[in-house]
């Protein structure tokens, strides 16, 4: 087909260049509106890519706070080991010590039971008030948020309780910062909250941006909730960022579809106006494969196929045009141009002096649409034909849609004497429900079950219910696709006498069928023994 379609004439692109929509205005329209689209994603796009990498980041904070939390009563018992809890030289020693090898550790304080504190730094924090984050991390340990006095800004401080009083260490939010300005200043904020106390939470960052909902949200087993906050300016940045890609993304996508639209546009018109083309000039013939009685080996008849010859081309295969056409409706042209070269074909091999039958290939619509059949029967009127030597053959392919029209089509034409016969049975949409619902007596079993002659598949049961099914119901039946002296044989000890296929002959024109009709007296390629 693609040499057909390469060897188009001007007037036929002309034709599908009319039946096409504007091409340009056509091409800007589905690129604007595929851009468009692609537009309306980018702050989900945005959004998500944030997200993404916010998640990963998140993840590392998440779980260094988790396992600090974890790890807090035996790091803290090991740092508590170290004081006397009396404020002395030594724990006044270890706790500048301790605040300057650690720098996870901003500062480190004690509270005796007696009231008296000592830092790691010279002067003494005042009283300020520590809000609980945690109370019991275990028995000895809880978290609390508390600000800072020069920065305005939150920390957390793990306390540490014995009976000797109480040790404060004040934690660096290393983390936190590191997540707040890693993509720009004050771009991002987290807070951490707990189940336990939700009102309290711990901070560092603008705090506006708690007046928004959080882009990402993690609860963990220790009660720790994070809520991770994004700036309206860090979202705007990587929106327009992604603005050109996603346009770019849109319109090669607006491209693609245009173009696989177009393709298929042209190939269809191409073929329609290439189908017309072909009646007009008469290039569908019908070619003839022969239908042999092998009880006695005569030819029962023949069955008319489609085939398309256009000058300077290879026979064009019925499989690159009939499907097109059955739904184009061309197949009704095509039918009758078939059938008025055949009559007179049949004329010239005195058909009508024999009992032998010609069978035409039809589809559904053409049973329900009775005008249609009365042009077809008028043609074959031309010729001496007898209506008792032609029968139609209607494909399961395509669904019958009237089948009270098509029911009486059939029981009109049997009362001319013109069999209706049900091609392909048992591949189609209707399966054998035809046979009752149309009342058709002949059945032709289709190659695909024949072909499982002498194998083990499944379907060769199928083809024996089949058989039995027409035998049961004193149904003609015919089996196509016979190519072996195996498959001739099964099918004949079985009743099917009926057959059709390469082994016998293949579709040939009629020059040479009627060589075939005058040699078919001769001994059959292979003894059939019926038992």
Known sequence: MRLILERQTSNHNGLAKQCQPNGYLFFVVVITLCASFALMFTGIASRTYISTMLKYDAQELLSTYSNRVERYPDSLYALSEKFRFDCSEDDQHYLEQISYSDYMIRRISLQLKNGIKCSSFDTIESDRAMKPLVNNVNKNISLWVVNELNDKQQIIVAEWKNHLGSMFVYLEPLIVDSLRNIYCDDCVLTRLTSTENSNISFFRGDASLLEQEPLLSSTYDNGLRVDIYVSPRLMNHYEQAAILPLLLLGATFGMIFVATYRLFLTRRLSLHSLVEQGLARKEFIPYYQPIVNVSNNSLYGCEMLARWQRPGCDMISPMEFIPYVEKSGQIFPITEQLLSRAAREMDKLNWQETRQVISINIVPDQLEHPDVMKRAL???????????????????????????????????????GIDVKLDDAGTGYGGFSYIQQLNIRSLKIDKMFVETIGTSDIKLSLLDSIIAFGKEAGMEMIAEGVETCEQSTYLANRGVVLQQGFYFGKPMEF????????????????????V
């Open 378 to 416: 008028a043609l074959l009127e031309e010729s001496n034909i007898s209506p008792d030597q032609i029968a139609f053959e209607v494909t399961e392919r395509k669904r019958f849609t009237d089948l009270a029209m098509a029911s009486n089509v059939i029981e009109q034409l049997r009362d001319q």
């Open 511 to 530: 020059r040479d069928f009627a060589y075939y009709c005058k040699s078919i007296v001769a001994s059959s390629p292979c003894a059939v023994v019926l």
